[in-house]
């Protein structure tokens, strides 16, 4: 996860030792002897993140940290702020103005690469949102509209139930959110079957190291939490055990205990990243999604079918178990376009895509794949159970009346199918090749020809099985 790392601070001293430490880290290091010059440096360097002293010669890291902030594309970059001494208001007037964490003199290297480790995986995560919703905006998409957002659940986790209490009590008067309780060895057990809670804050001494420790990595481990934000509070100030927390998937760490006022605001800080990242996974869902659904009908198109229909031909070769494939084409379809105009169209393919997928089981696959033509895939059917499907669906389309705006009588339309039946008493089977989908595709393209040439309005069985 090697990246470019600005240093701002007016001791040489300092960014030397430093530099030292991060390159040899195979970081990218930077150095800056002012706040000006390193807020200069952050438009022609693009530093993936930086470590910046508490004072400076022009500035202190709160000045500095609020006009960096000001610059939108300055909003992702990771700030570390290192002081000699830090008492509690300090710090949080320091979160406060956008300073991700604040590490206090002799820095411990192996808690600051695990500190910059994680600060990069969640800059990482914003950078890739905010490429995605700038590529969406070019592309001329306009941004969704954020929902309301409710308050974020809370699992507060501790060892000592008394401490749990007070921590809800004592935090219930710094935030929105729905706070939960739980001892450490409840949070555990519910972890597999447990509704994701929005950021768990686990406390970890020397009385649970092993058990707080495995808490955080099985959060991570199982489906069900390892999306959730992870707040480490220690008891003590093992610095071993805070780059332990952090490589093992905490967020974020309270290293000097709980503190009611900086911990509401950690929660914020995190939950602002989860919420990123939540957003991150939906776009890149939705953009699958678009990828393999035809926009107007909302069936599958043609990029989704051909490898589903090769896994489906694949499993029958290995069941021995037959499947069917229709090419199913609406008749007369340009007429409709012609003489109503392709608005209407339009809503002709869509009634006529619902009644496909209404008439059809849940296994079956239905994708649209040309203008006016469909393909249907269905597993474990033989040639007279696909010629049923078939005829129902000729006569299900045939009745079906579809209102057409403007018009008083309801329009009409009707289709053809070509049925093909794939079978694996071939050579194919005993050889162990992959079935060929352009054959079974061919023959039922052939059979779709011959309903057509027949008169259309009916379904047309494949002459011989395809392999």
Request: proline share 4%; glycine share 6%.
């Amino acid at each position: 996860m090697p990246g470019k790392i600005l240093i701002v601070d007016d001791i040489a001293t300092n960014r030397i030792v430093l530099k030292v430490k991060l390159s040899s880290a195979f970081y990218d290091v930077i150095q800056a002897r002012s706040g000006k010059e390193g807020l200069n440096s952050i438009q022609s360097q693009f530093p993936d993140l930086i470590i910046l002293a508490a004072t400076l010669p022009d500035m202190d890291a709160i000045a500095f940290c609020k006009e960096l902030r000001q610059i939108p594309a300055n909003a992702n970059i990771p700030v570390v702020c290192i002081s000699n001494e830090c008492d509690p208001e300090t710090r949080i007037a320091q979160l406060a103005a956008g300073i991700d964490d604040i590490l206090t003199k002799p820095v411990d290297d192996l808690l600051l690469l695990a500190r910059l480790r994680s600060l990069l995986r969640s800059r990482d995560t914003a950078e890739e949102l905010r490429m995605r919703e700038v590529t969406d905006r070019a592309l001329g998409f306009a941004d969704k509209k954020r929902a309301f957002e409710h308050p974020a659940q809370i699992t507060l986790v501790s060892s000592d139930r008394a401490e749990v209490f007070r921590w809800k009590k004592e935090l219930g008067t710094h935030t929105r959110h729905v706070l939960t309780g739980t001892s450490m060895k409840d949070a555990m057990r519910q972890l597999p079957n447990h509704v994701e809670p929005d950021i768990y804050v686990v406390a970890i001494d020397q009385n649970n190291t092993d058990e707080g420790l495995r808490l955080l990595a099985d959060i991570r481990a199982r489906a069900s939490s390892r999306h959730a934000a992870v707040i480490a509070v220690l008891n003590d100030s093992d610095r071993r055990l805070a780059a332990d927390a952090l490589d093992l998937g905490a967020n974020d760490l309270m290293p000097y205990g709980f503190g009611t006022r900086e911990l509401a605001f950690r929660i914020e800080a995190q939950l602002k990243r989860k919420r990123m990242g939540d957003r991150l996974r939906a776009n890149m869902r939705d953009g699958l999604r678009a990828a393999v659904i035809d926009p107007l009908t909302g069936l599958y198109n043609r990029r989704y079918a051909m490898p589903h229909l090769a896994r489906m031909a694949e499993t029958a070769r290995e069941t021995g178990r037959k499947y069917t494939i229709m090419l199913a084409d609406l008749d007369h379809f340009k007429r409709v376009n012609d003489t109503y105009g392709h608005a209407v169209g339009d809503t002709v393919l869509v009634a006529v895509a619902n009644q496909l997928r209404e008439n059809l089981r849940d296994v079956d696959m239905i994708a649209r794949i040309g203008g006016e033509e469909f393909l249907i895939a269905m597993p474990e059917t033989d040639r007279q159970e696909a010629r049923v499907a078939a005829r129902r669906l000729c006569r299900v389309i045939q009745n079906l009346p579809i209102q057409i705006p403007g018009h008083d009588a309801a329009l009409h339309v009707t289709i053809s199918i070509g049925v093909a039946v794939g079978t694996t008493d071939d050579a194919n089977h005993t050889t162990g090749a992959r079935p060929d989908i352009d054959a079974i595709l061919n023959q039922a393209d052939k059979a779709l020809y011959g309903a057509k040439s027949d008169g259309r309005n009916q379904v047309t069985l494949s002459a011989r099985p395809a392999a």
